[in-house]
């Protein structure tokens, strides 16, 4: 399983990655996509929504199962990746290239906290 | 344990992603399920349906006791090789199973019923076989094996009983071959078989001896498309898939198998319909033969009195998400239940088979709960595609 070791990760199967401009990126892991199977559809959070850490802001939906997307940090979400939804495939192909949304996070300090609070690449494997 | 068909290793060799299904180790897809519908829809897919449970019926009474198991009447299976689809019912017209019945002789069939409910079929076939006159003078031999390489024998009444169980009979797996190029491919693998086959109708098949032992080859499939259904030895599974993959047959998995038989409007036992429904409850009136007066098959007297509860009927999701099973539907009507919802490949949106209030028109309106929203959907005949066009 293809877990790469700059993401963090959480428990359920979303990937985070810290901008250089303090952004945060959000993803599925290569593990979910396989789970999943064939992705058909994509809702994702609408710019400027304001979501909390570990609240419900997007859904993945395969040919399967529906699974809801939870925001790994609190924030702001500044963008949402239109090129997915347009191609749900993508996620199949490279998950963590295929990343959903983005988050500008409330407060730096919060933000280093809930990260911290999240999986390293090798605690993540562990537990699938 | 698993069980495991005369085919896991293939499968294995194949790349699939397996899963338990009804105490089967089967193949769910070997990468991409999406990729898998469309090649049985435009090209040719094949199946592993060895989980299923081939049975035969031989003995003198044969014809009379599937006359009076079934509710569609084998009576009219006048030439070798026809199948008929018939639901097997319980005394109050309950569906316990759905199945196909091939005719042979009157005094050989051949019948396959689905794996999840085979040890409850054989049993209510067996209680059957006693019957109420004295019993039938038939003999029921189950064709599938499991992981213990044994040939399961159990069912076994008629004054031969004995004397089979001694000499037991061969394990067969069966191998479906979907798609508009699929008898064509087939043809390419098996170019001995063209002769025998070639001008078999739907629901018919034909019976002949390969180099690898007794084939039988029958134009049915749970699929919406065109092909065959393969039933071989189990020593020759192997060997008939590897090479209908050379021959470039898409393997597939379980998952392509359900998003084709839903956008074809067919019910999967255990899921659109189960002992709680009569065949009219799930759109099977057309497999239930009353012409027959004096034919007194089980849960007939029901039918007669019991009332369609409910008008069976497709879903169209008119807005993007997902129709899965057991999604509530408002109508004017009143509530409803989806029983089967997925993504259809073929028509890019969702689709389901639901049970909606009688008085539901089709052409209106519905509103299906979806994750907590309320999503538009049309009603629709339950059948989406067919032979690779959209029937909506």
């Known amino acids: 399983m293809n877990t790469p070791t700059n993401l963090k990760y959480a428990a359920s199967h979303e990937w985070a990655r810290l901008e250089a401009d303090g952004t945060v990126t959000v993803g599925i892991t290569d593990h979910a996509q396989e789970a999943l199977g064939d992705i058909v559809f994509l809702e994702l959070p609408a710019v400027g929504r304001v979501v909390k850490a570990g609240e419900e802001c997007a859904v993945v939906e395969s040919v399967k199962a529906a699974s809801d997307i939870y925001a790994p940090v609190s924030g702001e979400v500044v963008d949402a990746n239109q090129a997915a939804a347009d191609a749900p495939e993508s996620v199949n192909a490279d998950a963590y290239a295929a990343w959903l949304f983005r988050i500008k996070p409330a407060a730096a300090d919060q933000c280093a906290t809930e990260l911290g609070g999240l999986l390293g690449a090798e605690a993540y494997a562990a537990t699938l | ?250 393997p597939c998995g379980l998952g392509a198998r359900d998003t084709l038989r839903l956008e074809a409007g067919m019910n999967l036992y255990g899921q659109d319909m189960d002992e709680s429904v009569t065949p009219f409850e799930v759109g099977l009136k057309w497999t239930v033969d009353l012409k027959d007066p004096a034919r007194e098959f089980i849960g007939k007297s029901a039918l007669a009195t019991r009332q369609a509860r409910n008008l069976f009927a497709g879903l169209l999701l008119l807005d993007r998400g997902g129709l899965r099973a057991h999604q509530k539907v408002i109508t004017p009507q009143g509530e409803g239940e989806t029983t089967s919802g997925s993504f259809s490949p073929s028509l890019n949106q969702s689709i389901a088979l639901a049970r909606l209030p009688l008085g539901v028109a089709l052409g209106s309106e519905v509103e299906v709960v979806i994750r907590d929203k309320r999503l538009k959907a049309g009603v629709v005949k339950p059948t989406f595609v067919r032979n690779g066009k959209s029937l909506i």
């Open chain 2, 1 to 250: 344990m698993l069980l495991r068909t005369p085919l896991y290793e293939s499968h294995l060799a194949a790349g699939a992603k397996m899963v338990d299904f009804s105490g089967w180790e089967m193949p769910i897809h070997y990468g991409s399920q999406i990729e898998e519908h469309h090649a049985v829809r435009r090209d040719a897919g094949m199946f592993d349906v060895s989980h299923m449970c081939a049975l035969d019926l031989v003995g003198p009474d044969a014809r009379g006791y599937l006359r009076r198991l079934l509710a569609n009447d084998v009576a009219k299976l006048t030439m070798p090789g026809k199948a008929l689809y018939s639901c097997m019912l319980d005394e109050t017209g309950g569906v316990i199973d759905d199945l196909i019945v091939y005719f042979f002789t009157p005094e050989r069939y051949r019948i396959v019923v689905n794996a999840g409910t085979t040890d409850k079929d054989i049993d209510w076939m067996r209680a059957c076989l006693g019957g109420v006159s004295g019993g039938f003078n038939a003999t029921l031999m189950v064709r599938r094996r499991g992981n213990d390489d044994a040939v399961t024998m159990i069912a076994l009444q008629g004054p031969d009983a004995h004397e089979r169980r001694r000499t037991g009979v061969d394990a067969v797996a069966m191998i479906a071959v979907q798609g508009p190029r699929a008898r064509e491919r087939f043809w390419t693998a098996f170019p001995d078989s063209r002769a025998a086959t070639a001008t078999l109708e739907n629901f018919q098949a034909a019976e002949f001896t390969s180099a690898q032992g007794d084939w039988l080859v029958a134009r049915t499939g749970y699929t919406g498309e065109d092909g065959f259904e393969v039933t071989v030895p189990a020593e020759a599974a192997a060997d008939v898939w590897a090479t209908l993959l050379a021959a470039g047959v898409k």
